[in-house]
């Protein structure tokens, strides 16, 4: 069956702009969460959408923002980038069942760097 | 606070010679203990997911245990094709959301 899909794989934006994520999840997967991953700080959360809405969220600023579509396809927006935003964002779907994820599996990633 | 530590940092072995991979982590309201590979400018790839005190699985030449504070990846005879970041992660996070450790990143030399 077709893993998780992010696109793009890679962007350059300059700082002061705006970003798009894009998430496709696994099929019948209705939990999409977001990661970041940089060298110093490891992987960290940002949010879980479920059911098109937001069920958690990590200590991300207000400028980290996602949505979820009824497809359960998960977009993450960036606004106002900072140069400290350049990272890996992963994406991961997993099967909800009551308050326990099952099946946590992560798509390739978006590179992003920040000019 | 909810921690994954993970030890060592880096490792360097040789084809066939065998070792473990040390993660420990905050015990309150564990639901699950990850384990993923992740190679260089890709995402990780699920490996195990362990839920109970001395629950084991293998695949291959890895087998992850768990005890009550620690969980362990074994590799045995590993290849230069297992050289790869290795992350553990605990589940159930305050937020949650799956909580990372900084990964263990292991060389294998022919």
């Known amino acids: 069956k077709a893993g998780v899909t992010q696109t793009p794989r890679y962007l350059i934006k300059t700082r002061g702009q705006q970003v798009t994520l894009s998430c496709s999840p696994i099929s019948g997967h209705r939990s999409v969460s977001w990661y970041q991953q940089t060298p110093g700080q490891g992987l960290q959360f940002l949010f879980e959408?479920?059911?098109?809405?937001?069920?958690n969220k990590g200590n991300f600023p207000g400028r980290f923002s996602g949505r979820q579509f009824s497809n359960s396809r998960s977009e993450m927006n960036v606004s106002t980038l900072e140069l400290g935003d350049s990272a890996l964002y992963l994406c991961?779907?997993?099967?909800?069942?009551?308050?326990?994820?099952?099946?946590?599996?992560f798509g390739s990633g978006t590179r992003l760097t920040v000019v | 606070e909810d921690q994954v530590t993970q030890s060592p940092e880096a490792l360097r072995l040789q084809e066939g010679e065998s070792s473990s991979l040390n993660c420990s982590y905050t015990v309150s309201g564990l639901r699950g203990l990850f384990w993923y590979r992740q190679d260089p400018g890709k995402g990780p790839e699920f490996l195990f997911t362990l839920y109970s005190a001395g629950e084991e699985k293998e695949k291959e030449r890895l087998k992850a245990t768990l005890t009550k504070k620690e969980s362990f990846l074994h590799i045995t005879a590993p290849k230069p094709e297992d050289s790869a970041t290795y992350l553990c992660?605990?589940?159930?996070?305050?937020?949650?959301?799956?909580?990372f450790g900084k990964g263990t990143k292991l060389s294998v030399k022919p």
């Open positions: 959408y479920f059911s098109e809405t937001q069920r």
């Open positions: 991961a779907s997993s099967l909800l069942i009551g308050q326990t994820n099952y099946g946590y599996t």
């Open positions: 992660a605990r589940g159930g996070g305050s937020q949650g959301n799956l909580i």
